[in-house]
């Protein structure tokens, strides 16, 4: 692939090969500033444009990146097309928090999304996709699941409600109808964006989330706990490191 096209308007990496070929992606970009710290070895910083942080870096000896979404299906599409496009990444795994909607969904909980439904119309707009369902790799999610099962971290499967705002004042909008109509778990803001993405690319991408407030019980974690507490989701993300 040529890198005339590099850098892109919101990646200052300019030569081909120091992004591995499997970024994952936390929303916060301190959160990936703290994983590059924590778990990575002869660390890169191949990006700072907007603090945006993105990292390079060797676990247990084998390449891979790490690189914030930012909030919502908007921004995470706008660097995941440019990594899948321009920089020759061949999967993303967004490793995120969500709200959960299922009593069986706790505070902590490790979740794997098989697929999100959204009433985005992100995949119609960018891809003329019409559908409202968009599934993961499947064969990333096999790995990510033996991966999970080598550390002892149990690890929830399902479907996850990608939605486009946060707040509501919206009468008609009930997260309960969305959990027993869509068979939504819980809720986050990208992962339909992101697999929408790798679909019309020809890319692989899933989501690994972990549970960080409830809808049902009340429970909340801390900016801080999102940003560094989140370390299973992490470790298991991190074991698709590789030579490549």
Known sequence: MSNTNIPTPHNQ???????????LMPGDP????????????????????RNMFGYTGKYNGKLISVMGSGM???????????????????????????GAYSADMNV??????????????????????????MKSNSGLNRKLKNAAEKLGIEVKEGRCHSSDVFYHDNPKFSWENIRDEKGCKAVEMESFALFATAKALGKKATCLLTISDSFITHEVTSAEERQVAFTNMMKIALSLASNR
Do not use: P, Q
């Open 108 to 133: 902590y909980d490790v979740m794997l999304v098989t697929d999100a439904w959204s009433e985005s119309s992100f995949a119609k707009t960018a891809f003329n996709m019409g559908s409202h369902i």
């Open 30 to 49: 301190l959160r990936a500033k703290f994983i590059a710290d924590t778990f990575l070895t002869d660390v890169v910083c191949f990006n700072t444009v």
């Open 72 to 98: 919502g299906m908007a921004s995470l599409g706008i660097y995941a097309y440019e990594l899948f496009s321009f920089y020759g990444v061949e999967n993303i795994v967004r490793i995120g928090s969500a």
């Open 13 to 23: 990496c300019a030569e081909l090969g120091v992004i591995a070929k499997t970024v």
